[in-house]
């Protein structure tokens, strides 16, 4: 009886893990990118538009895969799904490690993009199951390994790369993400009949989200709320923190992995304020912090890299609040259509790198308008990253805006 017992406590745990695993690998695959940004110019002689439409193209399928996996994910479990996607994503990464031209580098963002898309709805969808009481609080922690899993993309990513080589790397990790796909399928459990959405009710929930207008509002704040991962920490950050400090890969690349962690922290800490004050306010609240503290780190003079540093990592944890997105639309739509839910908040949210990412680069385009290094290489400075960014913090003041039109509801 005590076994019986203990295992209905272990077994949810088990398929969160696996999830957790998931997430992370398919993280740092995402991410791994950011640090090998001028690495991956030089070698295959890009330019920052071509860099940016590049590792971008991983959010298209990313994007346009939310929807459709969630719904899988809602009819036929997370034990296939996680299987399957994990076994792609390390496909993926075989793929951008064996590149010899531009466009290899581009089938391996799509697939990786493609696979990666269901991670976060996945964990979603087992929390939903194991712990709904949870939910709020563990996908903040979902987010925070997420955060980890950046960290490791980032930091360690280009101590290593610049150790052994970036393609040595990738195969390694490959090889990771191969044994987390074995785990998933010989450890989780197949979803019963009661926990899998029945045909003929399938757009459902997806129905429900699309028809209501706070849902949309709330998808545009989780989308600039995410940001400062997707376009500072994932792709431009580290060149940023060259451009103005002067400082290595390795050195800049600490940034990007103090925004990744702060992030995470601040979906928990978020979700945690949230359950005094609600989401909606919680969320109003964070956001004032993330603007001030990124006006700072970004455009003031007075101050040294630690510190333009920790102002990055406070604003994160301000911006961690975006997390919450996903547990207010989740009440807008019955409990069985957890997996749609998160597919449709996190395809507005990811929509972040779709735009902002080929964006930024073309931005830093045109403000560098044609100039150039002495070794004809082109040349971008700090007042260019600057003028490039503004854009970031107009999004965000404009979602906070539409936030305060949101009216929170728990599905009857």
């Given at each position: 009886m005590a076994l019986t017992s203990n295992n209905k406590i272990i077994l949810p745990f088990i398929g969160i893990i696996i999830g957790w695993l998931f997430y992370l690998y398919a993280y740092?695959?995402?991410?791994?990118?950011?640090?090998?940004?001028?690495?991956?110019?030089?070698?295959?002689?890009?330019?920052?538009?071509?860099?940016?439409?590049?590792?971008?193209?991983?959010?298209?399928?990313?994007?346009?895969?939310?929807?459709?996996?969630?719904?899988?994910?809602?009819?036929?479990?997370?034990?296939?799904?996680?299987?399957?996607?994990?076994?792609?994503?390390?496909?993926?990464?075989?793929?951008?490690?064996?590149?010899?031209?531009?466009?290899?580098?581009?089938?391996?963002?799509?697939?990786?993009?493609?696979?990666?898309?269901?991670?976060?709805?996945?964990?979603?969808?087992?929390?939903?199951?194991?712990?709904?009481?949870?939910?709020?609080?563990?996908?903040?922690?979902?987010?925070?390994?997420?955060?980890?899993?950046?960290?490791l993309g980032s930091t360690i990513t280009a101590g290593l790369a610049k150790t052994f080589g970036w393609r040595n790397l990738t195969y390694v990790m490959a090889t990771i993400g191969f044994i987390i796909g074995m785990l998933a399928f010989m450890f989780l459990k197949p979803e019963s009949k009661s926990q899998i959405v029945e045909k003929g009710h399938t757009l459902e929930g997806l129905a429900l989200l699309?028809?209501?207008?706070?849902?949309?509002?709330?998808?545009?704040?989780?989308?600039?709320?995410?940001?400062?991962?997707?376009?500072?920490?994932?792709?431009w950050g580290t060149p940023f923190m060259q451009a103005r400090f002067n400082v290595s890969t390795t050195e800049a690349s600490i940034c990007s992995a103090v925004i990744f962690i702060c992030f995470g922290l601040g979906s928990i800490l978020a979700a945690k304020v949230a359950n005094i004050i609600n989401n909606k306010n919680t969320i109003i609240l964070f956001a004032?912090?993330?603007?001030?503290?990124?006006?700072?780190?970004?455009?003031?003079?007075?101050?040294?890299?630690?510190?333009?540093?920790?102002?990055?990592g406070v604003g994160s944890i301000f911006a961690g609040s975006g997390t919450l997105v996903f547990d207010m639309t989740y009440k807008f739509v019955p409990s069985n259509f957890a997996g749609t839910s998160t597919g449709y908040t996190n395809m507005l949210v990811m929509m972040s790198g779709v735009i902002f990412q080929p964006l930024l680069g073309k931005l830093l385009d045109f403000f560098r308008n044609g100039k150039v290094n002495p070794d004809g290489t082109p040349l971008y400075d700090i007042v260019m990253y600057r003028s490039s960014f503004m854009c970031i913090l107009f999004v965000i003041i404009l979602s906070v805006i539409g936030m305060l039109f949101v009216k929170e509801r728990k599905y009857q």
């Open positions: 740092f695959a995402r991410v791994e990118p950011g640090v090998l940004t001028n690495d991956l110019m030089t070698e295959f002689s890009l330019n920052a538009s071509e860099i940016g439409a590049i590792v971008s193209m991983l959010y298209v399928p990313y994007v346009a895969m939310q929807i459709p996996w969630g719904i899988l994910v809602d009819k036929l479990g997370c034990k296939f799904i996680i299987s399957l996607c994990c076994f792609l994503c390390s496909v993926g990464v075989l793929i951008f490690g064996v590149a010899t031209e531009p466009w290899h580098l581009v089938v391996a963002r799509i697939i990786i993009g493609l696979s990666s898309s269901a991670a976060y709805l996945s964990c979603g969808k087992v929390i939903s199951e194991s712990l709904p009481s949870k939910y709020s609080v563990f996908m903040g922690i979902t987010m925070f390994v997420g955060g980890v899993g950046g960290t699309s028809k209501n207008p706070s849902c949309w509002l709330i998808g545009f704040y989780g989308c600039t709320s995410y940001l400062p991962l997707s376009a500072i920490a994932e792709l004032v912090g993330l603007i001030l503290a990124f006006l700072v780190a970004i455009y003031s003079d007075s101050i040294g890299f630690l510190t333009c540093v920790v102002l990055f």
